[in-house]
């Protein structure tokens, strides 16, 4: 166990490299997947994305224009 | 190797909430958010003939076709949205379920819609606005900062870490939004007053349902 000071409440893992394999990888990879179709869907600045976007984007409060 | 298992769970279960979750929110934005956009677009039009004639780019056709693009971006969005939550549910590994997903749903709407609405608010079509950059940085900064803000309050052990995370909750809206140097519209202020109450009833629909169904989807036993 490290000694720095507990800043979340992580109490549950069993061993670190499990929780690698198990949580954070699967998290992480699937939230970048995430992250890239929120870039696509709602600021790639491509003219004609952005228009297929347009609505979604305004409605969904993106800085658009 | 990681766990591809997981990994496959969580990416079904955002495509079909997003997909659900999409097309929910393109019926809701046909009966309430559409018709003001419609509107506004007409306004903004007027104002663009007036002025110079720009070169337009291909877009969607208004009626059936606009229509589809629209839910094809909303799928997206939400999918992505739901991975983006499904994330957070599997780093904390708890187990999940649709009232779990309920808060984390709400959690996303006050991080991506509510904080930077407060400082850019949803605008209509034809609205002076500052540097597209600017107010992109100051979006991302704030959703970062209320995303990190948010969790601190509801996961640190410390007061000295929640109080810190209720400091980051505030702190872009004390710097203040990237504002234009005049405010003008081409649509009248009572348009764009709808809009922002279309938009908030919208998105609270899009995410409370994009967070209930992963939780009911992604079921994380532990």
Redesign the interface.
Known sequence: MSSTP????NS??PTRSE?????????????M??????Y????AEA??LH??????????????? | ????T??RE??VA?LWTGLLAGLL?TAV?QIQ??PT?LQAEVYEEAAAVANTHEHH????GNGWE?TF??A???I??G??????I???M??R??PSHWRMGLLWGLAGYLT??VA??LG??????GTE?AK?AD??SW?LITVLDTGFGL?LLA???TRT?KFFGAVLLVAPHLIGAPQPDVHSSAAPAELAQSFITA?VF??AVFWLTIGGLMGQFYKKE?
């Open positions: 507990v800043l979340l409440d549950q893992t929780a690698l394999k198990d949580r954070i990888l699967p998290a992480m990879l699937a939230g997947l995430g992250l890239g179709l929120l696509a869907a709602g600021f003219a004609q228009n297929a976007a347009h609505d979604g984007r305004h409605s969904a409060s993106f800085p658009c224009h | 190797m990681f766990n591809l997981t990994f969580l990416v955002a929110l934005q958010v559409l956009l780019d291909w877009q969607p606009r693009f629209t094809v971006a909303n997206g969005l999918v992505g949205f739901a991975l983006l499904g994330a957070v599997c780093l590994g708890r991506f819609f930077p609405s850019l608010p949803p605008e209509v079509p606005a597209l107010r992109q979006w969790s996961f640190a052990l870490y938009t919208a998105n532990s």
